[in-house]
């Protein structure tokens, strides 16, 4: 990475920086940029500003602060498309509008060594979101299943793909069952990892062929999951020293909702949950893809783990999803209810290993580290 790479966490600046050494290619990112928002109809809506930082160039780029205030109070993202009548669904515009005013009046720098840098982590944002609508699947924390025609399971290497076979499509038939006809069984946090897995295939396969090459071939050999997965493919913004805003979101960011019970979180797979905003408001539910939540659904729920725990006859502790729906049902009726469950659940949560006052919401998001030739954060192990 370049030097102005290295210094761009230095920058604490709130919005979308783009920096460069060189002043005439920043210049052509801001113009293109611009123009980008022009087309977009923000343009006018947003203030800029140069500066020299170390050997670099920057502009940073911000929505007006009473736009902000008025759009998005407190940074609370989520009544953005209900606020200017987005329809982020049936208009993929919409959908790129809703991503970059919330990186645009974020409290956090998104710094950018170029115009296509931006565009590509923009495109892998709808990507997601995109792929997290379509994706619908069957909660399973002991069991996994794939399927037979695109994917080989070993021990030591977990699901690889066929030699021959496309990963784009192998990935598409694993999360989508429109596209395959059957629901396979995965835990949440692996879910998300195909669905991020989808969307940066998707944008490499376009603006990076040789890593996309990589990428399938990679799979083909040993997958790369969990920690090492984070570790790869994304960047987190955010953090226990710096939360960000409990109302802020762009769609595309993977995020954690904390279980805040310490006895119900021993549950296999309740521990918390796993999802991604979608935008509008909402948030993935892979199992009942057509019931997205809202903010307030999803803290209600978790809320409600700990009224549903119970241990069976190995005397293993489980959920009982049917009264935890119950509960949740129960206590949406009651304006009351909900506001005090909220009040409590939209705290930030308590460090790893505290179970005290502490909310479920996380104090930071996750999104895809750089991807293109000229500016690549993102290493395969091989």
């Avoid at 195909?194 to 990076?208: D, G, H, P, T």
């Avoid at 796993?274 to 539910?285: A, E």
């Avoid at 978790?302 to 241990?311: E, I, K, S, V």
């Amino acid at each position: 990475m370049s030097a102005a790479g290295q210094i761009s966490a230095e920058i604490n600046l709130p919005g979308i920086l783009l920096y460069d050494t060189s002043q005439q290619g920043l210049e052509l990112s801001r113009q293109r940029f611009m123009a980008r928002l022009q087309a977009l109809q923000l343009d006018e809506d947003v203030d800029t500003y140069a500066f020299r930082h170390a050997e670099a160039s920057w502009v940073q780029f911000r929505l007006n602060a009473g736009k902000a205030k008025q759009w998005a109070p407190d940074c609370d993202t989520t009544q953005l498309c209900k606020t200017l009548a987005l329809d982020t669904h049936a208009n993929a515009r919409d959908l790129e509008r809703e991503i970059l005013l919330a990186m645009l009046l974020g409290p956090v720098s998104f710094a950018y060594p170029s115009y296509e840098e931006l565009s590509s982590a923009v495109r892998i944002r709808q990507n997601i979101v995109q792929a997290a609508r379509l994706t619908a699947l069957a909660f399973d924390t002991e069991h996994a299943e794939r399927p037979e025609e695109f994917w080989a399971y070993a021990q030591d290497r977990g699901f690889t793909l066929l030699p021959g076979k496309p990963l784009i499509e192998a990935l598409q038939k694993t999360t989508q069952p429109d596209r395959s006809g059957k629901l396979y069984s995965f835990s949440c946090y692996r879910a998300t990892e195909y669905v991020i897995l989808l969307a940066i295939a998707q944008e490499l396969a376009a603006s990076n062929p040789a890593l996309f090459a990589q990428l399938e071939q990679q799979w083909q050999t040993r997958a790369i999951m969990s920690g090492q997965f984070h570790d790869v493919f994304l960047r987190e913004y955010g953090s226990m020293e710096h939360p960000l805003p409990p109302k802020f979101y762009i769609p595309g960011d993977r995020l954690w909702f904390r279980n805040p019970d310490e006895h119900s979180s021993n549950v296999e797979g309740y521990e918390g949950s796993w999802v991604f905003y979608l935008g509008s408001g909402l948030f993935t539910n892979f199992w009942k893809r057509d019931q997205p939540f809202t903010l307030t659904s999803k803290c209600v729920e978790l809320f409600h783990w700990r009224h549903a725990t119970y241990r069976d006859q190995a005397g293993k502790l489980q959920m009982d999803e049917d009264v935890v729906d119950e509960c949740v049902a129960k206590s949406l009726q009651d304006p009351t209810e909900v506001g005090r469950i909220m009040e409590r659940m939209l705290r930030w949560r308590d460090p790893r290993g505290i179970y005290g006052e502490g909310g479920c919401i996380d104090t930071s998001r996750e999104c895809a580290c750089f991807v293109r030739p000229e500016s690549l954060q993102l290493q395969l192990p091989g």
